[in-house]
C-alpha cells in the first residue's frame, strides 16, 4: 500500500506472546522535498492516518540522523503527538552494528515496545524504505519474543526482501541476541 510520499506498509508481522510489528518504508522522511514544507506536512499527515488504520499503538523510528531533516523530525513527532501514537527514536545505521550507547538505550526501551505487544497493540518500526535497518529491529524483537534467530531473519526477508539483513547484522543477530526470561517459547 503507497501512500503520498511513498509510504508504504511492508508487512504487518504477529508475534509470540501477543501483538504485531509492522515494518514501514516511509522515503519521505528523507526530508528530499524541503522547497514544499506543506507537502512533507500533508504526506506525514497521511501516514499518521494509515499507521492509526492499521492499528498501530506505537512507533519506533529508525532512520538514522543524517538520512532526514530536523524539520521533517520535527514535523514527524508533532503529528505522532497529535495522533496519539507515542513513539521512540532509536536510529540504526543501514548495514552497521548497533554501538553501545544503542544497547544501553535498548535495554531501556525494550520493555515498553514488548508491553505494547504483550498488550495485543502494534508496533510500527519505520525506516526510509523498511530495509536492513527496520529488518534488523524487528528481527531482534522477534528473536527477544522466543522465535529461532535463523526464523526471524527469514521471517523479515520473507516480508520484504529489502529488510534481508546484512551479513554482520545476520551474524550479530544469530550469535549475540537471546529471547528474553518472559517470552521464550
Not at 60 to 78: E, I, K, W
Not at 131 to 142: E, Q
Not at 156 to 164: F, K, P, S, Y
Request: glycine share 10%; proline share 5%; net charge neutral.
Amino acid at each position: 500500500m503507497y501512500l503520498d510520499g511513498g509510504f508504504q506498509v511492508k508487512s504487518v508481522q504477529k508475534c509470540p506472546g501477543g501483538g504485531s510489528i509492522a515494518m514501514i518504508a516511509f522515503p519521505e522522511l528523507r526530508g528530499a522535498d524541503n522547497q514544499n514544507p506543506l507537502h512533507s506536512y500533508m504526506s506525514i499527515r497521511s501516514a499518521m492516518n494509515t499507521l492509526k488504520e492499521i492499528g498501530t499503538t506505537a512507533n519506533l523510528g529508525v532512520v538514522h540522523p543524517s538520512n532526514m531533516t530536523s524539520d521533517v523530525l520535527a514535523q514527524f513527532r508533532r503529528l505522532a503527538r497529535e495522533f496519539e501514537l507515542p513513539g521512540l527514536w532509536m536510529p540504526i545505521g543501514e548495514f552497521g552494528l548497533p554501538g553501545k550507547a544503542y544497547e544501553r538505550a535498548w535495554r531501556k526501551v525494550s520493555p515498553f515496545m514488548h508491553g505494547i505487544l504483550d498488550d495485543g497493540g502494534t508496533l510500527s518500526v519505520i525506516c526510509l524504505f523498511g530495509g536492513r535497518c527496520a529488518g534488523a529491529v524487528v528481527a531482534r524483537l522477534l528473536i527477544e519474543r522466543g522465535v529461532e534467530p535463523e526464523n526471524a531473519v527469514m521471517s523479515v526477508a520473507n516480508a520484504n526482501e529489502l529488510a534481508a539483513v546484512s551479513q554482520s547484522q545476520e551474524l550479530w543477530l544469530l550469535n549475540s541476541i537471546r529471547p528474553l526470561q518472559t517470552f521464550a517459547a
